[in-house]
């Protein structure tokens, strides 16, 4: 099997499918996180940008006005082409979008200043590697900064599905390192930390971040309904249960969303994620 193998087929596949549809709305719904990623990074004119796991791109643009050049990366050539048509419309001749795997990806050693990453970097199957391969990339006392999940349980936009499906079923383990790739394998800081120094990255920091995001990045309720149940990993909760079952956990989901629905502005929730800097 190819390295990531199973990310690719997935993220050009069937898991795409809802991102390219509603890329407006993950960004609105995610920006909290944009921010305190691109405020955290300080990048300056002079700074190369690499950016991986971009998606549809919008990290990648708005670190390009704040930088010299910005390259994003994805395994995704569904999302990438929304990126590319993004950087199209907004005349940014400073960005390149590439599909590639960032784990083997030949990057030139030492071209980078920084590297982020919004919730990409949870996705390789060899994560020593993959930061190994990373952190060569970056020019001596070069920074690099993601955003990665917390736990299930301290996302409360999560656990509005959460809670309903474990009144009929116990909720799977979901991530940590040990589980594989996937939304929640960097859910440990300690994890987190000891994976970066044993690649060899110096000044290593986990912070939380905190926040309330906008449902579908402020939609309409029934428009958020149908987003929060089309997300892959709503979809693979809820199919752990059976009809009757599914019915009754659909029923509270859309209750507990309509509680926390705000006329004009949309379904407000609580997001908790990691901030994680380190040099080289």
């Not at 791109?57 to 048509?85: C, F, W």
């Not at 990339?137 to 309903?164: C, K, S, Y």
Request: with cysteine; hydrophobic share 45%.
């Amino acid at each position: 099997m190819n390295p990531n193998q199973g990310q690719t087929e997935a993220w050009n596949g069937g898991e795409s499918v809802h991102y390219v549809s509603h890329a407006d709305r993950y960004d609105r719904q995610l920006a909290p996180f944009t921010e305190a990623l691109l405020k955290h990074v300080h990048l300056g004119p002079n700074d190369t940008v690499l950016d991986i796991g971009c998606g549809c791109g919008v990290t990648t643009l708005q670190a390009a006005r704040r930088a010299r050049a910005a390259l994003g990366v994805d395994i995704s050539h569904p999302l990438v082409g929304i990126a590319r048509d993004r950087a199209q419309a907004a005349a940014a001749d400073n960005v390149e979008f590439v599909v590639a795997d960032a784990q083997t990806q030949g990057f030139d050693e030492g071209h980078f200043d920084a590297i982020i990453s919004q919730f990409g970097s949870m996705f390789f199957d060899d994560p020593e590697g993959a930061f190994t391969n990373l952190r060569r990339a970056l020019v001596p006392g070069g920074r690099a900064a993601f955003i990665t999940w917390q736990e299930l349980d301290a996302n409360d936009w999560l656990m509005v599905v959460g809670r309903a499906v474990e009144r009929f079923a116990e909720l799977p383990d979901l991530g940590g390192l040990a589980g594989g790739a996937g939304m929640f394998a960097l859910k440990h800081p300690d994890e987190i930390t000891a994976l970066l120094t044993g690649v060899g990255f110096t000044n290593i920091s986990v912070e939380p971040v905190s926040t309330t995001i906008l449902l579908a990045g402020g939609a309409g309720l029934d428009e958020s309904v149908d987003f929060l149940l089309g997300m892959g990993m709503v979809r693979g909760l809820l199919g752990r249960l059976d009809r009757d079952q599914r019915e009754a956990a659909l029923d509270e989901i859309r209750a507990t969303l309509a509680e926390h629905y705000e006329a004009g502005l949309g379904v407000r929730l609580g997001a908790a994620g990691w901030l994680v800097s380190a040099h080289n």
